[in-house]
């Protein structure tokens, strides 16, 4: 069974400053995806940005961006110029490339709170 | 606007009540999830359906029953068997096949008391 591990339940960061978000995860398989969501105060869960396990050019999405490292099995978000729209739950999520059943499921870790001041 | 809607966004129920918590997509989605949300932890897998009248217990589905009558609709019903029903409960769905993200709805807070 796969497991999600992030070890900082929280974080803070200064406007306009530069975070980053610790994850680890545990597998045997060669090819997956991995995920940030943000959830912010409303609970919604929001997408932040996806990585491909078999690609090795790290994903970014406007400021934010990961560094995957898939022998370390390490997957860390950064957030750039950091925004109060920023401050929230975020979760790192692993899914198996097998995409029917309840392998599809989104294995997630327990989340890092980030606080974002002025 | 396609998405996801669950209702109510909080429940309130007295021990030893099933409750039933609705979960409707217009996304045109194969697949719908039931995850479940503890302080301190992750979501955690409790029902997928990948199709109509189709659908597989996850990883703590003891306590829980669903249906999928309809592609739109994924209701999930907490029995009384349920030991800690109090929790965050949080509907997904995708587009069954590779690379498909899961598009979450609002969730609902359900307290039992």
């Known amino acids: 069974a796969q497991t999600v591990t992030q070890s900082q339940p929280e974080m803070s960061v200064q406007e306009a400053e530069t975070v980053t978000l610790s994850c680890t995860y545990d597998t045997s398989e060669s090819d997956y995806y991995l995920f940030w969501y943000k959830q912010p105060p409303s609970r919604q869960m929001i997408l932040v940005i996806r990585q491909e396990a078999y690609k090795q050019q790290n994903a970014t999405e406007n400021r934010f961006s990961v560094n995957f490292q898939k022998a370390a099995k390490s997957f860390s978000l950064k957030i750039s110029d950091s925004q109060l729209g920023d401050a929230a739950m975020y979760f790192c999520a692993y899914r198996s490339l097998y995409y029917t059943g309840t392998a599809s499921k989104l294995t997630f870790g327990t989340g890092t709170r980030l606080q974002v001041t002025l | 606007d396609g998405g996801i809607t669950q209702s109510p966004k909080y429940l309130f129920r007295k021990e030893g009540q099933n409750v039933t918590l609705s979960c409707e997509q217009n996304?045109?989605?194969?697949?719908m999830y039931w995850y479940r949300q503890d302080p301190g932890q992750g979501l955690r897998l409790i029902y997928y359906s990948q199709i109509v009248n189709d659908f597989q217990k996850g990883d703590i589905a003891e306590g829980y029953s669903v249906s999928r009558e309809k592609k739109e609709s994924f209701p999930l019903t907490v029995t009384s068997a349920q030991k800690n029903p109090t929790a965050f409960y949080l509907c997904a769905s995708s587009i069954t096949g590779d690379n498909h993200e899961q598009y979450f709805g609002p969730g609902t807070r359900l307290t039992v008391t």
């Open positions: 996304l045109n989605h194969d697949a």
